[in-house]
């Protein structure tokens, strides 16, 4: 069946970095883009950023723009999110969900829990 | 750019219908058939309901319905069982490889 596993986070200080992870399993993981998706305590879901299958297209929020890098290894099955420059508004569980060829969002990971605190 | 306006929160009791408005702009909700709802339980990830606006993935109840209107999707959900409070999510691609979600909103069944 469609896994996708999230790790990599943790508590980490303003001003640093942090890098997730996303294992996949159960699907061509080179056919189908990801998301990142995160969501801050007690909030709502944010979209962070988007990779296509091949990594030709990728796109981010504005509030992630510059500061975050989404990349695959499509030999591993793996999917990454290197955050830099890290904020307190960062603070969110962060997920990836496979981008179906509809648009939407299919299935998602359980989830990492970042949080950024001094 | 803002989130799609949900409202904060519904109820209703077993047995009935509620409906779940989730408006945006001729940007997104309104320019693309790429509407999409999650539930999401509490502790848990989001769970595709419904996607494209108005179609079901395999494995979720027809008990569960989209619609859209001009700006506006909305997600109806009849024959209310205990097992539907969640948080209820849309979500709307907005172009150029962006999507945007709504704030959310909190179901009760009474």
């Known amino acids: 069946q469609v896994q996708l596993v999230e790790s990599g986070g943790g508590v980490v200080q303003p001003g640093r970095s942090l890098r997730l992870s996303c294992a996949t399993s159960?699907?061509?993981?080179?056919?189908?883009?990801i998301h990142w998706v995160r969501q801050a305590p007690g909030k709502g879901l944010e979209w962070v950023a988007v990779i296509w299958y091949d990594g030709s297209n990728i796109n981010y929020a504005d509030s992630v723009k510059g500061r975050f890098t989404i990349s695959r290894d499509n030999s591993r099955n793996t999917l990454f999110l290197q955050m830099n420059s890290m904020r307190a508004e960062d603070t969110a569980v962060y997920y990836c969900?496979?981008?179906?060829?509809?648009?939407?969002?299919?299935?998602w990971g359980q989830g990492t829990t970042v949080t950024v605190s001094s | 750019q803002s989130a799609l306006t949900q409202p904060r929160s519904v109820s209703g009791s077993p047995g009935q219908s509620v409906t779940i408005s989730c408006t945006g702009t001729?940007?997104?909700?309104?320019?693309?058939?790429?509407v999409s709802w999650y539930q999401q339980h509490p502790g848990k990830a989001p769970r595709l309901l419904i996607y494209?606006?108005?179609k079901w993935p395999s494995g979720v109840p027809d008990r569960f319905s989209g619609s859209k209107s001009g700006n506006t999707a909305s997600l109806t959900i009849s024959g209310l069982q205990a097992e539907d409070e969640a948080d209820y999510f849309c979500?709307?691609?907005?172009?150029?490889?962006?999507?945007?979600f709504g704030g959310g909103t909190k179901l009760t069944v009474l």
């Open positions: 494209d606006v108005t």
């Open positions: 159960g699907f061509t993981f080179s056919s189908y883009g």
């Open positions: 001729s940007s997104d909700v309104g320019g693309y058939k790429y």
């Open positions: 979500c709307s691609y907005s172009g150029s490889y962006t999507w945007i």
């Open positions: 969900a496979r981008l179906a060829h509809s648009y939407h969002m299919d299935f």
